[in-house]
């Protein structure tokens, strides 16, 4: 039954499950004599765009790009600077460049982006919209960025506002304040700013980008705080969220946003979103008025891989039919 509630084209919903349309094959290409390469042999089947799918923010992120040859770009601040990553899968194989002072960095972190520490056999599906999701996406991974800011601010900035707001934010915010990708990235791709150019926004910027007050004081906090909070890496997951706590303004579904990500936490659910408890609900129950405690329950018998679950449902695109117009836009840089 499950297949019948399968999309034939992405909607909202499958895009927010992390689903990145990654067309073309991956086709070799003259090797730039200035990158950096390694190639990866993934232990089983590969998704590009299902891995990578969860870091792009919006269809205009300027750190993030699908090219027609199958290739997917992404722009990074690491620990050892601005670098740009090109990922490709040809015959079963991952070819990777990268350029920048980040480049090594990137390439030693490939893996872990691409989902290698992550065990989907440790998923045993208990509902069969389940485990036909899982079965139709053989080569979904989760990734691990190993980048907590990286992820952090784009969350904060999505906080209690429409997808396009945040989306639009973020996008003007790295344009305007970080630089651009280095090496032969898509045109108008760049690297998002540093913690400090973070925490040196003017509040202007801040206004014209449609981000309140409290959005940007908690990313300013959270910038002046990014060598600790890269620290929560190392730790459990909860521990890891109570890293991010510490921070005013940085609460349960901020962290797991973040941290499903960064360390690509396998069992950290985002409570407190407005439309999650409704879909995993009418998804694995039929109850479209599920809140945050009926959502943990009946996600109670995946736990270790609640996140994936969720993934999982919402890649199906099987939600509640809409019973009121969608949330309007808005736009405070206007006023």
Known sequence: MAGRFEPRIPNRTTVRGGEARVSGSGSSRVRDPGAKSRSY????????????????????????????????????????????????????????????????????????????????????????????SARRRPGLRLTRTGLVLESLVPSILEQKVTTDEAYRAWRLLVRDHGEPAPGPAPERMHVMPDARTWAMIPSWDWHRAGVDAKRSSTVVRAARLARRLEEALGMGQRDAAARLHLVPGIGPWTSAETLQRAMGATDLVSVGDVHLPGIVGYALAGDRDADDAAMLELLAPYAGQRHRATRLILLTGRTPPRRAPRMPRGNIGAL
Do not use: K
């Open 41 to 132: 042999l993934p232990p089983g089947p590969l998704d590009l765009g299902l891995v990578l799918g969860p870091l792009r923010r919006g269809p205009a992120d300027p750190t993030f790009r699908v090219t027609p040859d199958g290739a997917v770009w992404r722009a990074s601040r690491t620990p050892d600077g601005p670098g740009t990553l090109r990922v490709a899968l040809r015959a079963g194989t991952v070819e990777a460049e990268a350029w920048g002072p980040g480049a090594e960095w990137l390439l030693d972190g490939l893996p872990g982006l691409l989902g290698d520490a992550d065990d989907p056999a440790a998923f045993t599906p208990r509902h069969r919209l389940l485990a036909e």
